[in-house]
T-cell receptor
């Protein structure tokens, strides 16, 4: 079955360390997105990519970086420059034929 | 830019009650999507609406595309504990076909 997979589900890191969150999809979707969600809050766009080897900053890109070397993969790195990295991170993808996004199940990052 | 305003922000209801929530915008949308996010998971599409005035059901859920194309409504009948979660409305961004605009979400809590 096609889908979008985020790993790991839970991640703990010490303050000051960079950490990379994985997002893989086998839906053959061109566009992929990263969102941040704080407790009880809505979705805030971090980065998005419309095509391989190209990506754009979203509303809250500071302290984050991404790469898109393969169509299937869009990893997100949370750097030590991100002041408050503890949050729930959601990855999504979108195909060419329909408006809707398919979301992964999320990664909960806790920085201690 | 385009914004979607959802209300109420949160609801705490008794099991068995009906629920109504809405999503409004100052801009016209040609498609409305409703997603549900279970606690600790990614959002999942519930209903898609494509035509002004359209009324679409999915089990106990019914959604309507407002006549003005600036609003949409979601109703849940006879709520059950598993209806708990955050409900998001979304619509395609006018100037960027691959982007969805999301509302801030309505958080639903159901008391057994």
């Amino acid at each position: 079955d096609g889908g979008i997979t985020q790993s790991p589900k839970y991640l703990f890191r010490k303050e000051g360390q960079n950490v990379t969150l994985s997002c893989e999809q086998n839906l053959n979707h061109d566009a992929m997105y990263w969102y941040r969600q704080d407790p009880g809050q809505g979705l805030r766009l971090i980065y998005y990519s419309q095509i391989v080897n190209d990506f754009q900053k979203g509303d809250i890109a500071e302290g984050y970086s991404v790469s898109r070397e393969k169509k299937e993969s869009f990893p997100l790195t949370v750097t030590s420059a991100q002041k408050n990295p503890t949050a729930f991170y959601l990855c999504a993808s979108k195909g060419a034929l329909w408006y809707g996004y398919t979301f992964g199940s999320g990664t909960r990052l806790t920085v201690v | 830019g385009q914004q979607l305003n959802q209300s109420p922000q949160s609801m705490f209801i008794q099991e068995g009650e009906d629920v109504s929530m809405n999503c409004t915008s100052s801009s016209i949308f040609n498609t409305w999507l409703w997603y549900k996010q279970d606690p600790g998971e990614g959002p999942v599409l519930l209903i898609a609406l494509y035509k002004a005035g359209e009324l679409t059901s999915n089990g106990r859920l019914t959604a309507q595309f407002g006549i003005t194309r600036k609003d949409s409504f979601l109703n849940i009948s006879a709520s059950i504990p598993s209806d708990v979660g955050i409900y998001f409305c979304a619509g395609p961004h006018n100037n960027a076909g691959n982007m969805l605009t999301f509302g801030g979400g309505t958080r639903l809590m159901v008391k057994p």
